[in-house]
């Protein structure tokens, strides 16, 4: 069974206030741009790539991360989700 975005978002979401100590009291991140709002710095996408790649056992090329839709959170869980159907079905 596929895992959708809706699933997908919470998870990076969590994992970003962790790794980058966001508290719980800003409001949510999803829609957020990442890097231009300095959540998440050059090293840091390092760290969530990794994450990605390792909890949902996918595998990011360079046409997904350097796309638009990975600055925010809902814009990651898309090709996450995307990612892992495409995987899935080999």
Do not use: N, W, Y
């Amino acid at each position: 069974m596929a895992i959708s975005r809706v699933e997908i978002a919470p998870v990076i979401e969590r994992f970003i206030r962790k790794q980058f100590r966001i508290d719980e009291t800003v409001p949510s991140l999803r829609s957020v741009h990442l890097f231009e709002s300095g959540v998440v710095d050059s090293a840091g996408v390092v760290e969530l790539i990794a994450f990605l790649e390792s909890t949902f056992a996918i595998r990011l090329g360079d046409d997904e991360v350097f796309s638009d839709d990975f600055t925010t959170i809902d814009g990651i869980a898309v090709i996450v989700e995307s990612t892992a159907a495409r995987a899935a079905a080999c």
